[in-house]
């Protein structure tokens, strides 16, 4: 296996699988906003990924949850523990989040004059509390910090009670029952609006996300089991990648979602528990591909990925549909993917800058704190 050479997770914590499916995530949400935010389409056979690449955002999710337990699981019995855990979180998500923010600031000053944003909306945005209010968020895309941060808060509490593999799925389990009928009546309450809203809440709310989270905290559970089994290693871990593929495969190649979706989306469930088995492979054995260089490195940008992404394709969106126009009497729909290697190479552009000054110093600041404090 390669030695990647990560500035965010520090050597002996990277796990190459882990760290490749971030990559693989962040590509496949800059494909589906292709899709969805410039209007080009893929060829037929590809429509899965206007379709499906979205639910990327709950790989994001678990692999969330389970990079904190693997990180910070071990890490409970040292002193200043607690206090460390959010120093990390906070300088890993907030300058780059607060760079978003003066950035759309600036933007609604040029084009409007004035800033469009609530004063309320911006106070939410900056304490990261503008989870607990339907679509206070101005951010593009920033919901899921919003989902994200809710469940840093609550992570300490899981990380000293969710001790063993057992109480991990029984926290899988009633998480995905409660999750599952917070989102239906969610779902429900947006069916009853009038006017309706464009976009239906019980997708977006922390409350429905949260089986999410708790799929990553047993998937690191699952993994950490089957390692220290090393005599059966191998024969479980073909068994879950056989599952991985067979639960992936037929949503994306099958459609088979379209047969589970409803008021509490089982879909996304399905889906979820597909990446969950991604995940237990992943880190159990990695695949080189997915353990590559090239997922690698999108990983190790892809906060910067996800949260320029909407902006550079929105930007750009009269250039990428004039190419798209350009290309399609000679190549067809394929000219989908010239559209997409521009976009991922020109988001990859912006990326590069915001990962190089703000994420990694900001990290670094985060982690001076935390020696500092140590040693005080």
């Known amino acids: 296996m390669h030695e990647f050479h990560s500035a965010i997770v520090q050597k002996d914590r990277l796990l190459p699988g882990i760290h ?9 949400v800059v494909l589906f906003h292709l899709n969805h935010l410039a209007g080009i389409t893929p060829p037929v056979f590809f429509e899965f990924i206007g379709r499906d690449f979205g639910y990327s955002v709950h790989l994001f999710f678990i692999i969330s949850a389970f990079s904190l337990c693997y990180s910070t699981g071990s890490r409970t019995d040292q002193p200043k523990w607690l206090s460390e855990y959010f120093l ?27 800033v469009i944003t609530d004063f309320n909306s911006i106070i939410l945005e900056m304490t990261f509390t503008f989870g607990f209010v339907q679509f206070s968020d101005f951010i593009w895309g920033g919901w899921t910090v919003g989902v994200e941060m809710i469940f840093y808060a609550i992570f300490p509490v899981l990380v ?44 977006f709310a922390p409350a429905s996300n949260m089986c999410f989270f708790a799929m990553g905290i047993f998937a690191y559970h699952m993994s950490l089991q089957y390692k220290e089994l090393n005599h059966i290693n191998n024969r479980i871990n073909r068994i879950i990648q056989f599952l991985a593929i067979v639960i992936i495969g037929g949503l994306i190649f099958l459609n088979i979602a379209k047969y589970l979706f409803g008021d509490g989306r089982l879909d996304i ?22 353990a590559n260089q090239l997922f690698e490195y999108l990983g190790e940008r892809s906060f910067s990925i996800y949260l320029l992404h909407p902006v550079v394709i929105t930007f750009s969106k009269v250039y990428l549909v004039e190419i798209y126009g350009g290309l399609l009497p000679h190549l067809g729909t394929n000219a989908f993917f010239v559209c997409a290697i521009l976009t991922i190479a020109l988001v990859m552009i912006f990326a590069e800058f915001t990962y190089t000054l ?14 500092k404090m140590r040693f005080a």
């Open 20 to 28: 490749g499916l971030r990559g693989v995530a962040a590509l496949a």
């Open 88 to 114: 990390k979180r906070f300088f890993r998500i907030a300058p780059l989040f607060y760079f978003m923010i003066v950035f759309e600031i600036t933007r609604q000053i040029v084009s409007a004059g004035k």
């Open 160 to 203: 000293l009670t969710i001790r063993t593999c057992r109480s991990a799925l029984v926290l899988l389990v009633i998480s995905i029952i409660i999750c599952y009928a917070i989102r239906s009546s969610l779902h429900l309450q947006y069916i009853a609006l009038t006017p309706q809203s464009k976009w239906d809440w019980s997708y």
């Open 269 to 290: 469930v399905i889906w979820g528990l597909g990446l969950m088995a991604l995940c237990i492979s992943q880190s159990v054995s990695p695949s080189l591909f997915i």
């Open 358 to 371: 703000i994420e990694v110093p900001g990290i670094s600041f985060g982690r001076k704190l935390i020696t």
